[in-house]
């Protein structure tokens, strides 16, 4: 990404997805979790087309470089059973990486997030190697590592700022 390349961030739900769109970050999610971090599992797992679900899509020059998508916290519960909202498919090209996209995702899910459900508790599981990424957002650790298709990753958390008034 040179100096002068801007990236054009969108933010849709499912049903604005255009057919492009939607090939390329299929396309960019099979790339870095299937193929670089040799993980065979099935990543259409039937959450990107609910009407709570938004994508959050990162292109420069028409070239989709990161990507993000949320679930409401309805289409989502905790291991508590509690509803929480979810982020999760947080991905960078490996052409873009280190440049600072990933913490812009997080920061559009966020926003658009607590404008949906300004009470709602944020949840992802991070892979542990990217939990300083996630920590730097505010997350924390709210469990131990577990393995998921073979990737060590741990779950965490960020409450609402509804949430934690009064904690300060």
Wanted: include cysteine.
């Amino acid at each position: 990404m040179s100096a002068t390349a801007e990236v054009a961030w969108s933010l849709c739900t499912f049903d604005e997805l255009d057919v492009h769109g939607l090939y390329a970050l299929l396309a960019l999610r099979s790339e870095v979790f299937v193929v670089e971090q040799e993980c065979v599992y099935l990543d259409i797992d039937n959450k990107d087309p609910l009407p709570g679900s938004r994508h959050v899509l990162g292109t420069i020059n028409g070239v989709l470089c990161a990507y993000a998508r949320s679930l409401a916290p309805e289409d989502n519960r905790g291991p508590d059973a509690e509803p929480v909202a979810r982020i999760g498919r947080v991905v960078v090209s490996p052409d873009y990486r280190r440049r600072g996209l990933a913490d812009k995702l997080l920061a559009i899910l966020e926003t658009d997030l607590y404008e949906r459900f300004p009470s709602a508790t944020l949840s992802l599981d991070a892979q542990v190697a990217a939990e300083a990424l996630y920590a730097g957002a505010g997350f924390v650790r709210c469990g131990e590592v577990f393995l998921e298709d073979g990737i060590e990753h741990v779950t965490m958390q960020k409450p609402s700022a509804i949430a934690t008034k009064g904690l300060e």
